[in-house]
């Protein structure tokens, strides 16, 4: 029997926007990844009232804060609610939009004992 | 429909008139100043329409209640603006009056003759900036004006019921305005 051919599948981003459009690099990225330029997501999200400034905010390292903030992103803008940064996330963040925060509650984040 | 921290909006007696300016300095070159003047004209009575607050234009930019400009990357309200897209303006919560558009963007007030790929509707803009400038915050209904995005080439004019409710609370309703009169796309949203 014949080995199937592997396929590749390549996802691109409708490229608008020259600000953010280097977030595309970051497809597909989860929790525990360490990419380079996850930290300029990172300021996306402060920038726009989703992400509390902290002493990891200037890491590459997609860590709990991140993951709660992508999440938060997700389910105001309406998309799915995957914690990561899914094709979905990515073009959404890339779309051109207003300089103005968007409202919402307080950021909380609780320390939780394990 | 979100409001600013502490529900700012225009504090004078309503019904009332706020008056609006264009600043002679900071202005784009790829639009006429008149076909400027009617996007925002017609912008601006989108929103009197549903609420008891007139708009009318004045030369008299320094003592004008809302004051519009095109600017370029840093301009001193601590919000730079970041060139060809990312961000494309910003309009600051009452009684600030302030309304700023990103000079980089390519700036259309009809797709017929600007074709280019990353053509921004001006008046679509301007609507939602006038939003802020009234007291409106972000919505996260994807269908209104207060959307925070905007794709390239896109238009999004009409108020949806989302956005009225929203403004017609701070404001109340123009007693000409009948909610029962928008169309059936306008009232989807909130079904």
Redesign the interface.
């Known amino acids: 029997r014949r080995t199937p051919l592997e396929t590749t599948t390549i996802t691109t981003v409708d490229h608008?926007?020259?600000?953010?459009h280097e977030f595309e690099n970051l497809l597909d990225t989860s929790k525990g990844s360490h990419v380079s330029g996850i930290s300029e997501v990172k300021k996306y999200l402060q920038r726009?009232g989703y992400l509390k400034f902290s002493n990891t905010s200037s890491s590459d390292k997609f860590d709990n804060e991140f993951e709660v903030a992508v999440t938060r992103y997700q389910r105001?803008?309406?998309l799915t609610v995957t914690g990561n940064l899914d094709y979905e996330t990515i073009s959404?963040m890339t779309?051109?939009?207003?300089?103005?925060?968007?409202?919402l509650p307080p950021l909380k984040f609780h320390a939780i004992q394990h | 429909y979100n409001y600013f921290k502490g529900k700012p909006r225009w504090s004078r007696a309503i019904p009332t008139t706020l008056t609006y300016a264009f600043s002679p300095n900071y202005i784009v070159s790829n639009l006429k100043l008149s076909d400027i003047k009617v996007t925002f004209r017609q912008a601006f009575s989108r929103w009197s329409a549903v609420i008891p607050l007139n708009f009318t234009e004045t030369e008299d930019y320094g003592f004008s209640d809302i004051k519009i400009g095109f600017y370029s990357g840093d301009h001193d309200d601590g919000e730079p603006f970041d060139g060809v897209l990312g961000v494309l303006a910003h309009g600051f919560s009452p009684e600030s009056g302030k309304l700023h558009l990103d000079a980089a963007e390519t700036w259309a007030v009809d797709f017929e003759s600007e074709k280019s790929g990353v053509a921004i509707d001006l008046e679509s803009v301007a609507t939602h900036e006038i939003g802020h400038v009234l007291g409106l915050a972000h919505s996260f209904v994807k269908e209104s004006v207060m959307y925070p995005s905007l794709k390239p080439r896109e238009k999004k004019l009409d108020l949806k019921v989302d956005d009225i409710e929203g403004i017609q609370e701070l404001y109340g309703s123009n007693p000409k305005f009948n909610m029962e009169s928008l169309s059936q796309s306008d009232t989807s949203s909130s079904n």
Do not use: E, I
């Not at chain 1, 608008?16 to 953010?20: E, G, K, V």
């Open positions: 608008h926007n020259s600000t953010w726009f105001k803008l309406g959404q779309l051109p939009r207003c300089g103005m925060r968007d409202t």
